[in-house]
């Protein structure tokens, strides 16, 4: 396996795991879980394979465990990355999929959930979920916000966040290596008035919080530690 990209390991997509439901927000198919009537949502982005990955709604469903109504959007439109197929190769299918068009999708979500028992949302990301996660946190359109191994955002996608975030990074990281975190770090010490979190996981490598291997213990205690600081970060600023 290649340490530290965005397209290894890719998981076997079914739509059918999960405790929740498949239901449409605003127009987006979402896999939904945790506490329907929770005045509290989050929104769980996935990385290119999409809403479908079993252990992304696995993930979904231990925050909805801590009390959350967690919506985890169809950004792909039903097209995640496939692997096999030779004819549109990553660089294509990202031209498909431009990481920022996230932020347009999921505001009619947003919209939709405050109208009903929504009073406020935060919102996590896997890999290509990074731009989406950032772009609403710029917006100030979502109240606490969570990077996990983030890809394709820049210093100036940090720079504009307006609620707390937290990002972890991966000591093996193509795309968002230490040095790139390093420098959220920075631009973020230099917001005091945005409260905010970062750690670069050591001995990690891209996709550890989503793509690892659920027989592999260490494997799994890693992705763990990620998801547990997940659920303290959005507990800790939205259960006010
Ligand atoms: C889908 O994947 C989940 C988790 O891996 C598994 O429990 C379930 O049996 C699968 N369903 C089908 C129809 O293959
Ligand atoms: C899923 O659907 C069932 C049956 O309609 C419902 O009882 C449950 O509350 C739904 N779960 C969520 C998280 O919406
Ligand atoms: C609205 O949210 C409150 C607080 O979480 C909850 O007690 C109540 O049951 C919810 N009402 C509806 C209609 O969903
Ligand atoms: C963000 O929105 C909230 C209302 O949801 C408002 O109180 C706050 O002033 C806004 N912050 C910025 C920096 O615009
Ligand atoms: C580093 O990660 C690899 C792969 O997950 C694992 O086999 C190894 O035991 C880890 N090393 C340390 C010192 O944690």
Redesign the pocket.
């Known amino acids: 396996m290649v340490r530290g990209d965005c397209f290894s390991n890719h998981p076997i997509l079914n739509g059918t795991s999960g405790v ?2 498949v ?1 449409n927000i605003g127009g987006v198919n979402c896999y ?3 506490c ?1 009537l929770s005045a509290i949502a989050i929104l769980l982005i996935s990385d290119v394979y999409g809403y479908k990955a079993p252990l992304l709604r696995k993930i979904g469903d231990k925050v909805g465990d801590s009390g959350y ?1 967690v919506v985890v959007p169809d950004l792909l439109n039903d097209d995640p990355l496939d692997p096999k197929n030779l004819k549109r190769p990553n660089n294509v299918w990202l031209k498909d999929h431009e990481p920022g068009k996230g932020v347009e999708i999921a505001k009619p979500i947003i919209k939709a959930l405050k109208s009903k028992n929504v009073s406020a949302i935060g919102a996590a990301a896997f890999c290509w979920g990074a731009k989406t996660v950032t772009g609403l946190a710029t917006a100030n359109l979502t109240q606490a916000s969570v990077l996990l191994h983030p890809s394709y955002i820049t210093v100036d996608d940090v720079r504009g966040i307006k609620t707390p975030i937290a990002i972890l990074g991966a000591e093996h990281d193509s795309l968002s290596p230490p040095k790139l975190v390093k420098e959220f770090k920075q631009v973020l010490d230099a917001k005091p008035e945005v409260i905010s979190y970062v750690k670069i996981f050591m001995n990690a490598s891209h996709g550890w919080a989503l793509r690892y291997d659920p027989k592999d213990p260490t494997a799994v205690k890693g992705a763990e530690a990620a998801h547990k600081i997940m659920i303290d970060w959005f507990d800790k600023h939205l259960k006010k």
């Open positions: 929740g439901n239901t939904v879980t945790g329907s109504y």
